[in-house]
């Protein structure tokens, strides 16, 4: 009995440990997110649902620079939000797509080489580190990174591709001349 109950605390053990946690305002979730898709090595899945932090889109593009494979979903919401980050992750070759079926695609998760999974209430934006209470999980366990992979494939299958239709509609405006 003494040997099943060693071996149970010893895994609830090594469990915890493969678990970080942070919180803010200023705690280091954007850090967090920054040094752990700096690690990244093959491919880095994303969603959330407002994503305005200028530290974790650069982090991003970076990665996909390195030859990782980047995908992001993001709420509707960000079609028309003024400081999205979705604009210059489109612009510098990210695919982004927007999941538009739900009232509110409220997900936050990045999953990191298959086997990371960086959840919790942690928007990713410049307000959520500096100013939310929020918290921020990152966890190394391949089996729930699946379960989360699967979770983001489905949500990408009733996703639309993104286009920066700012820019669309601001192609679209007539020239004016102006009167002399």
């Known amino acids: 009995m003494k040997t099943i109950f060693l071996t149970i605390l010893l895994a609830v053990s090594a469990s915890a440990s493969d678990i970080k946690v942070f919180f803010s305002p200023k705690g280091g979730c954007t850090e967090a997110v920054v040094e752990n898709v700096g690690k990244a090595k093959s491919t880095i899945l994303v969603q959330a649902y407002s994503f305005t932090s200028a530290p974790i889109a650069k982090a991003l593009v970076d990665a996909a620079k390195r030859g990782v494979k980047v995908q992001v979903i993001l709420d509707k919401s960000q079609r028309t939000e003024k400081y999205s980050g979705a ?67 489905s949500h990408l299958g009733h996703s639309e591709p993104y286009t920066d239709e700012k820019e669309t509609m601001a192609d679209t405006r007539p020239n004016r001349k102006r009167a002399k």
């Open 87 to 153: 604009d210059f992750l489109l612009h510098e070759g990210v695919p982004i797509f927007i999941d538009a079926k739900h009232a509110i695609a409220h997900n936050k998760i990045m999953v990191i080489d298959s086997h990371k999974i960086l959840t919790g209430s942690f928007n990713f934006t410049k307000e959520a580190e500096e100013s939310n209470a929020e918290n921020l999980l990152v966890i190394e366990d391949a089996a729930l990174a699946k379960k989360y992979t699967a979770n983001w494939q």
